[in-house]
C-alpha cells in the first residue's frame, strides 16, 4: 500500500482570493495578482498557483501594452489596443469562473515568468 497524497480541494476563502487575483487585473494591471501573491503564496498552495498565473498574464499584457504603443508610431498599433483590452477582459473572467470553483486555469498565449 502507497501513501498517495489525495489533493484535497481549496477552502472557500483560497478560491476566493484566487478569483480576486484573477479579477484585479482587469483594474490594476499586475499590481493586484502580485500583492496577493506574495501574500499568499506560503499559505496556500492553490492561492499562490493561480496568483503567479494572473500575475504572468497580467505581465505578458503589459508587455503587449508597451509593443503596442511602439507600432501605434506607425499607425499599426491602434488595432492592438481594442484586441489586448476585451482579451484581457475575457480571460480574466474566465480565469475568475474557474478558480471560483476551485479549479485551476492557464491563460493561453503567456509568458510564464514567475513560477
Excluded at 28 to 36: E, H
Excluded at 71 to 90: D, E, Q, R, T, W
Amino acid at each position: 500500500m502507497t501513501d498517495a497524497l489525495i489533493p484535497t480541494p481549496p477552502s472557500k476563502d483560497d478560491c476566493n482570493l484566487a478569483m480576486l487575483a484573477h479579477l484585479l487585473g482587469i483594474f490594476t494591471s499586475f499590481v493586484g495578482a502580485l500583492i496577493i501573491w506574495l501574500v499568499k503564496k506560503g499559505d496556500s498552495a492553490f492561492v499562490a498557483q493561480e496568483g503567479a498565473e494572473a500575475l504572468n498574464f497580467q505581465i505578458t499584457v503589459a508587455l503587449g501594452w508597451v509593443v503596442a504603443m511602439m507600432l501605434s508610431m506607425i499607425l499599426i498599433g491602434f488595432l492592438l489596443y481594442p484586441v489586448l483590452l476585451i482579451g484581457n477582459l475575457i480571460f480574466c473572467i474566465l480565469a475568475a469562473s474557474s478558480a471560483s470553483k476551485g479549479q485551476g486555469y492557464r491563460y493561453p498565449f503567456t509568458l510564464r515568468l514567475v513560477r
